[in-house]
Structure formats: structure tokens, C-alpha cells
């Protein structure tokens, strides 16, 4: 466990409630205050907000500042119960080669904290594929009864403007997963006959492959896809 004296070093982010957002959560280091003070306090979904909200003031251009966020969103969440949040935030500092000695020290928080075997026994849970500007596309895989599964995919496109006007563009796909569990088609979903959606599940990963042509993203608005890589965050 750090010492509290290094917690404000790793805690930057964003959003707390409206009114605190507007007062204490204009730039990075009012983010990382408020967040900090929520996070010592016990307020941890505060935190997470406050931390989210210093993302996207950094996200674009400030490769430090976005390591501290997500080491402070990584840290808050794990403090909030929310192992498998905390390893998607992990899953985004890695894929952003981000390497400092916060992210390599809380990737051995996160193994410790995460029970695999569990998130990974089934494909039904919730999946999570980040959309920027600290917001994720979900997919909900759940049991139909009948010993296959149904999966109901929540995408969207974040846009420049998440905090103001919600995000760009939002979309919905449901159908019928068939398949071994590992490899899987979306079936009864909607779809022309062209418009394949393939989904192949490795561990707590799955990666989503869709055919983009004429009619295929009538799901959703503009620049809308379910296509991508997904990390599963909750049985």
C-alpha cells in the first residue's frame, strides 16, 4: 500500500458532482485536488468522476498527465471494488505504452486484486471497449436460457464534447450469439444477409470483427461500430 504523502502524485482526473465539477475541475491540477480529497476521504465514486474529467483535459496531448490519470483511475476503482474497471483502465495505459514505475506497480495491484478464473469461465458479463474521453462502448453477454447466449451491444462515439453534450453518437445492436463460446457469429440481430458480426473471446477479451459496407451500421449514428476489442469488468 503507498503512503499517502504519494497519493496526490498519482491521483489526477475529473468529474465529481456538476456543481463541484465546475468549481474545482477546470484544469488538470484542480481535477487532481478534488480527486485526491474525495479519494483520502473515502469518496471514491467522486474520485472516479473527478479523475475521468482530468483524462480528457489530457488525454489528446499530455502523455504524463495521462499516465497519472490512468494510475489514478486505476488505483481509485480498485479502492472501490471495481477490480475489473481497474484493469480496463490498466488495459488503456498498455496500449498506450505507458510504462512508468506507477502503471508497472499497479499492473501487480490489478493481478492480485482480479480473479481471472472467474471472469474468464463464461462468456456472459459485462465487456467494456474504450471510445475516448474517458467513456466505453459496452457489450452484455448473457445466458438465453437454453444453454446458448444473447449478446446486446451499447456503442457509441465520445466526440469533443462528452461533458457538455453527452456523447456524438450512440447505437444498439441485439441478437443471438452462435458458437462454441470461444468463436461466435451474431445471428437475428437485424442485419442484411452481408452484414456479418463475428466475435472471438479470448480469457477476458473478446474481439469483435464486422463487415463495413452499404447498410451495416444502420445501428447507430454516424461513425458508430461494435467492432474492437472488449475487456470483460463483471461476470
Known amino acids: 500500500?503507498?503512503?499517502m504523502r504519494h497519493i496526490p502524485l498519482l491521483l489526477l482526473s475529473l468529474f465529481a458532482l456538476p456543481v463541484l465539477a465546475e468549481a474545482q475541475c477546470a484544469t488538470p491540477v484542480q481535477c487532481n485536488q478534488a480527486g485526491t480529497s474525495a479519494y483520502q476521504a473515502g469518496r471514491f465514486d467522486e474520485a472516479i468522476e473527478a479523475f475521468e474529467r482530468q483524462l480528457r483535459r489530457v488525454e489528446r496531448d499530455d502523455a504524463a498527465g495521462l499516465e497519472l490519470a490512468l494510475n489514478n483511475l486505476i488505483l481509485a476503482n480498485l479502492r472501490a471494488g471495481e477490480a475489473g474497471m481497474a484493469r480496463a483502465w490498466l488495459e488503456l495505459a498498455l496500449d498506450s505504452n505507458l510504462s512508468g514505475s506507477a502503471t508497472r506497480h499497479n499492473l501487480t495491484?490489478?493481478?492480485?486484486a482480479l480473479d481471472y478464473p472467474a471472469l474468464s469461465a463464461s462468456p456472459a458479463g459485462r465487456y467494456l471497449r474504450y471510445s475516448g474521453q474517458a467513456v466505453w462502448s459496452e457489450l452484455q453477454i448473457s445466458e438465453d436460457g437454453r444453454g446458448g447466449y444473447l449478446a446486446?451491444?451499447?456503442?457509441l462515439r465520445a466526440g469533443g464534447r462528452v461533458e457538455d453534450y453527452g456523447p456524438a453518437a450512440v447505437g444498439e445492436l441485439d441478437g443471438q450469439l452462435v458458437g462454441d463460446g470461444v468463436q461466435m457469429r451474431?445471428?437475428?440481430a437485424g442485419l442484411g444477409s452481408a452484414c456479418a458480426v463475428q466475435l472471438l473471446r479470448e480469457g477476458i477479451a473478446v474481439q469483435v470483427l464486422e463487415v463495413f459496407?452499404?447498410?451495416c451500421q444502420d445501428y447507430g449514428g454516424m461513425g458508430i461500430s461494435v467492432g474492437g476489442r472488449y475487456i470483460k469488468v463483471r461476470p
Do not use: I, N
Open 213 to 215: 459496407a452499404e447498410g
Open 109 to 112: 495491484k490489478v493481478a492480485q
Open 186 to 188: 451474431l445471428e437475428d
Open 1 to 3: 500500500m503507498m503512503s
Open 152 to 155: 446486446s451491444f451499447a456503442p
